[in-house]
């Protein structure tokens, strides 16, 4: 049957910076996803809708949610290809190859995303400086269209489309299946070294060190204060055969319960962050890590956004180059001692590719700030934003949802080629999100 | 064991073909696209090691019935039992539908089922017939009246195949169904909760072996049905409009 009710709902972004009453369809069949996409002239596509800025979601859209589109369309493990449909969550996807001890290593920290999404944001993990993002592992994708019909996109066919799909945000219509090139994944464990950071400095140096390695690197540094900035830990995580071949299952999500109230402040993010500093102090290095804590640091530490309440956080992510970042760092850190923003998590790693479009790619350094929803740290974005300006610096737009259009266009030197060829794809401007229309997508 | 499940692309049809494939079952399953069925296939013998086979089938169709080689005589006699979790509706399902529409509402919801059962019964002296009802059969209302009148068809015609299973080893159960959550009822503003599908498909998979049986599903209709019956239709077209 069609059914023509639209569910309206309220949602947030997973950042909780944009709160919206948003019109939903969630279509079950392939008829469904032609049929629904008729309904309404805007349209945007949903999945688990995790990503920090509202990509999936707009007020003047409507809503795909395409949750039930999560079935392996094809597996072949002799040529480690896998056709699977945009909505399958990564664990559902991980856990089905793993058992094939086959993977992609450029998956985002948490395993309930959906793949259309990663593709959609173009995502990377923790091996980016090595692995690069989603984009290398990805041969064909069918989209739908609501004025173009069904499209097959590779390198082969509409090859243009194609590329500006993956890290498109959703925009060239709705991503329906995708196929991967899988990669081996004989190991079942990492083993893990700490090194103990007194600053910044020393990241960059054991970062430079790693460029090249098969490793998953990242920090973790301390911002509560400026006596203590960029003082934590580095994480050198390798790949160890496990002999006990045991099974990787990624558990089922569970939903946890929490006040609304922001919980952190200056003294409590002083207290977890040394709090976690002795953690790590105690922990034996190197030590053997299980798969999920390296590849999915966030699943069983929800709380840690939950604490941020109603008004939620903003996490600036900021692809710098080498050669600028000390300089924008000393920059960050005088602005830092006047203004004394709220950051609970600092955190540097590698990243490579090729920046193109509106895709956050590079071959750069990623650094990472969460910061309080509060006037003063959104006082104190606003200096970052002319910092990035200044230094040439990418800024998520995935994931800070506060970004306005000057800053987006001065930074992303490819935003207007992207428009241009979208336009002439997709003449009505179809899929729209509240990103795309804030930046003028 | 082989099971033949007609409506499987979406809601319960759906849920009810990963149920049996979980448990090792064999399937064949019909729906209209192709498509949907295709994904459903690959994605359930990745993941299950059982095999499927597919089947287009369109139960408003007679020419579709007729032709479609799964309702053969030699393939009905392998399968095990049949399911039908199949519902269509029209928005605009009131008394002044035209024809065209009138037919396909009985079709789909009655006669086709009723027409592939028989085959079934015709080759078979044992087995499984799953259907579903839904409890708007029970009263004779002003929204969806086709649709009401072939699921209270369908209930009378489980309940008459009930007698030809005393006579042959065929278990046949019968569901009443409420507001599940599928797209039937996406978006919905209901009076009372919405049944999980996940569920229902788990409890007809754990009583797939019962000789007669008719349940409600949520377990709640079952009062409010025995109330509808106990009133008067008189009384019930007097006083409580809200039903229709």
């Known amino acids: ?441 | 064991m082989n099971y033949l499940i007609i409506g499987a692309s979406s809601g319960l049809g759906r849920e009810l073909t990963y149920t049996f494939a979980k448990n090792k079952n064999n399937l064949i399953i019909c729906s209209r696209d192709k498509r949907d069925l295709l994904a459903l296939k690959s994605d359930i013998e990745n993941k299950h090691k059982v095999e499927v086979k597919t089947s287009t089938l369109d139960l408003t169709s007679e020419e579709s019935i007729q032709s479609n080689l799964i309702l053969d005589q030699e393939t009905l006699k392998t399968i095990d039992g049949v399911l039908f979790p199949v519902g269509l509706m029209f928005e605009n399902d009131k008394v002044d539908l035209e024809l065209e529409k009138i037919n396909n509402l009985s079709q789909a919801n009655f006669s086709s089922v009723a027409f592939i059962i028989s085959k079934y019964l015709g080759c078979k002296s044992e087995g499984t017939i799953i259907g579903f009802g839904s409890v708007s059969g029970y009263l004779g209302r002003e929204l969806n009246p086709y649709y009401s009148a072939s699921k209270r068809a369908l209930d009378s015609y489980f309940e008459s195949i009930g007698f030809n299973s005393k006579k042959k080893n065929i278990k046949i159960q019968f569901y009443i169904l409420g507001y599940l959550e599928t797209n039937l009822s996406f978006g919905k503003k209901l009076i009372l909760p919405k049944g999980s599908v996940k569920k229902l498909s788990e409890i007809v998979y754990k009583n797939k072996n019962k000789k007669f049986k008719k349940y409600f599903f949520p377990f709640w209709w079952r009062f409010i049905v025995l109330i509808i019956k106990i009133i008067p239709f008189s009384m019930i077209l007097k006083n409580f409009r809200f039903l229709k």
């Not at chain 1, 948003?22 to 079950?28: D, G, H, R, V």
């Not at chain 1, 070294?193 to 301390?222: A, G, P, Q």
């Not at chain 1, 034996?284 to 798969?291: A, D, L, M, N, R």
């Open chain 1, 1 to 441: 049957m069609k059914n023509n009710y639209f569910k309206n709902l309220y949602i947030s972004s997973f950042d909780k910076n944009y709160y919206s009453k948003i019109t939903l369809k969630s279509p079950e069949k392939y008829k469904e996803i032609e049929q629904f996409s008729e309904l309404k002239n805007n349209l945007i596509t949903s999945g688990s809708n995790f990503s920090y800025a509202p990509l999936g979601i707009d007020s003047k859209s409507l809503v795909l949610d395409m949750k039930k589109f999560n079935r392996i369309l094809h597996f072949d493990k002799k040529k480690k290809e896998i056709t699977v449909e945009a909505g399958i969550k990564i664990s559902e996807f991980l856990n089905f190859t793993l058992d094939h001890d086959l993977w992609i290593p450029q998956l985002p920290g948490y395993p309930y995303i959906t793949l259309g999404g990663a593709v959609a944001t173009n995502s990377h993990g923790k091996s980016s400086g090595t692995d690069g993002t989603i984009r290398r592992m990805v041969k064909k994708i069918i989209i739908y269209h609501k004025d173009h019909g069904w499209l097959n996109l590779s390198n082969e066919e509409n090859q243009e489309i194609f590329n500006l799909t993956i890290g498109g945000l959703g925009l060239t219509g709705t991503i329906v299946s995708i196929t991967f090139q899988l990669e081996d994944f004989i190991f079942k464990d990492f083993i893990t070294i700490r090194k103990k950071m007194v600053s910044v400095k020393d990241c960059l140096i054991e970062l430079k060190k790693n460029i090249l390695k098969d490793t998953f690197v990242y920090s973790w540094n301390m911002a509560q204060d400026f006596e203590n900035f960029g003082k934590g830990y580095f994480f050198e995580s390798k790949l160890e055969k496990n002999i006990l071949k045991k099974k990787i299952k990624i558990p089922k999500k569970k939903n946890i319960f929490f006040p609304s109230l922001c919980l952190w402040n200056k003294f409590t993010i002083k207290l977890a962050n040394l709090f976690f500093y002795k953690l790590q102090s105690l922990e034996k290095s190197p030590s053997q890590e299980e798969f999920l804590k390296v590849i999915f640091p966030y699943v069983g530490k929800e709380l840690y956004f939950k604490m941020f309440g109603s008004k939620g956080l903003i996490e600036s992510q900021l692809l710098v180059a080498e050669n600028k970042l000390e300089q924008f760092l000393d920059e960050f850190k005088f602005f830092y001692k006047s203004e004394k923003p709220l950051i609970t998590l600092f955190s540097l790693k590698n990243m490579s590719g090729e920046q193109a479009f509106i895709r956050f790619e590079g071959n750069r350094i990623c650094v990472t700030f969460d910061f309080v929803n509060n006037k003063k740290n959104l006082n104190f974005l606003k200096i970052l934003d002319k910092l990035c300006i200044k230094y040439g610096i990418l800024p998520s737009i995935i994931k800070d949802s506060r970004i306005d259009k000057i800053t987006f266009d001065k930074c992303y030197i490819y935003a207007d080629e992207f428009r241009e060829k979208l336009i002439k794809f997709d003449k009505k401007r179809i899929y729209k999100s509240e990103v795309s229309r804030r930046l003028e997508i």
